[in-house]
């Protein structure tokens, strides 16, 4: 069913611009942080990158057959600097994504009776939360020269979940099976 109240929709809109840009930002970082000598962490902007593509991908299905044109605005860090300052990009786009904007659309959404859009604000919020740690971690290691430790990223392809070393038996959000993560 598609979304019907007006304010939902814009917010759809935004996330999923918001998302696309962090999805190509996130690619365009990994390449910089490969080059930087930070295969681990150019592996963790791959994966993410990934994840912010499973996010737009679910808002863009919620809006459900508007073809129409609409001018979408949302916010982003533009340019490519160091890995470290890449990282403080990102962990600010994933945080203002958790205390600002997933909150207000996933309340004006359960406000209004959007089942479709809550569960694919719910599902990116819930992620997240993930990348921002994640990215903490891979700008401490930068910052101290070094690359990530760790083995594989694994993505849920339905809502974004991202860990490392090895998927949940389960996606603690959406409920998927293990074997159905990507790995990274």
């Not at 979304?3 to 690619?27: C, Q």
């Not at 594989?152 to 090895?166: A, E, F, M, Q, R």
Request: net charge negative; hydrophobic share 40%; aromatic share 10%.
């Amino acid at each position: 069913m598609a979304v019907k109240n007006p304010m939902t929709i814009d917010f759809l809109r935004s996330a999923y611009g918001g998302e696309s840009m962090a999805h190509m930002r996130y690619l365009l970082w990994g390449e910089v942080a490969r080059k930087e000598g930070f295969p681990n962490i150019a592996k963790l902007f791959e994966a993410i990158a990934y994840a912010e593509l499973v996010h737009a991908r679910n808002h863009f299905t919620v809006l459900d057959g508007d073809v129409t044109d609409h001018p979408v605005t949302a916010g982003g860090v533009f340019g490519n600097k160091e890995t470290a300052e890449n990282l403080t990009g990102a962990i600010m786009g994933e945080d203002f994504e958790i205390d600002q904007m997933y909150p207000v659309y996933l309340e004006t959404a359960r406000f209004q009776g959007e089942k479709d859009a809550v569960r694919s604000f719910t599902y990116a919020l819930e992620a997240e939360k993930l990348h921002s740690k994640l990215f903490s971690k891979a700008q401490n290691a930068a910052r101290s020269g070094k690359d990530m430790e760790f083995k594989d990223v694994y993505v849920c392809p339905v809502c974004g979940h991202t860990i490392l070393n090895d998927a949940p038996n389960k996606c603690p959000v959406c409920g998927l099976a293990k074997e159905k993560y990507l790995k990274f």
